[in-house]
């Protein structure tokens, strides 16, 4: 079975400071691929990035970093020097790869980060 | 870009009452999935179709039905609405020739009174 576990259920950080949201997932699958979303207040579901078991190399884009290690089945996404308009639930998820295209996206349970100003 | 165009916006029905969501993939994708949110939820799958078969079943109750269209446009159907059904629902859609990528859709806002 898959599973994604988000253990920080809020966090709440002051404008500019980095964060780092956890995401830990369990998965059967030699080929699956893991994304993180973020959900604003207005509700949408905004994808930030897709990366699939096969390529470890960690990504950075602008503010946000992702960070993934098979050895402990994790992807963290870091903000670094964060902002209000970054307040939102962010949710990590996993889907199947390979012949299992079309099955389902497992989500985690999702992290709320607040941004102080 | 086009994107995932989710019909109607916003819902509200009452108890007993049927429901019907609308939900246009971006085209030339041929993968349709539904999902639903409940308040302070993660989204939860409840259907997918590719192909206009159905690819995959999760949680949706025996009370929602689905299917997609020969133009690729999947409607949720949902009957003795219960007012725990108030929720978010997604559509999302995706290639094959793209990869496993959800593009998300708006979403449907939900209200059963």
């Known amino acids: 079975a898959q599973k994604v576990t988000q253990a920080q259920t809020e966090i709440s950080v002051v404008e500019k400071e980095d964060v780092t949201l956890d995401c830990v997932y369990e998965t059967r699958d030699t080929t699956y691929y893991l994304f993180w979303y973020k959900q604003p207040p207005s509700g949408e579901l905004v994808f930030l990035i897709r990366?699939?078991?096969?390529?470890?190399q960690n990504e950075i884009s602008g503010r946000y970093s992702w960070n993934f290690q098979k050895s402990t089945s994790s992807f963290n996404f870091t903000i670094t020097a964060s902002q209000v308009v970054d307040s939102a639930v962010y949710f990590c998820?996993?889907?199947?790869?390979?012949?299992?295209?079309?099955?389902?996206?497992?989500f985690g349970p999702g992290t709320r980060l607040s941004v102080l100003p | 870009a086009a994107g995932v165009i989710q019909s109607p916006r916003h819902l509200i029905k009452e108890k007993r009452e049927t429901a019907t969501l609308k939900c246009y993939p971006i085209?030339?994708?041929?993968?349709v999935y539904w999902y639903q949110q409940g308040p302070g939820q993660d989204p939860q799958f409840l259907i997918s179709f590719y192909e206009k078969m159905q690819s995959d079943k999760g949680s949706i109750p025996d009370r929602f039905s689905a299917q997609q269209f020969s133009d690729y446009h999947s409607e949720l159907n949902m009957s003795s609405l219960e007012l725990g059904d108030s929720a978010l629902y997604f559509c999302?859609?995706?290639?094959?020739?793209?990869?496993?990528?959800?593009?998300f859709g708006p979403g449907t806002r939900l209200t059963v009174t």
């Open positions: 998820a996993l889907s199947r790869g390979g012949d299992n295209y079309g099955q389902n996206f497992v």
């Open positions: 999302a859609s995706s290639s094959r020739m793209t990869g496993y990528e959800q593009y």
């Open positions: 990366r699939n078991s096969f390529d470890e």
């Open positions: 085209p030339r994708h041929d993968t």
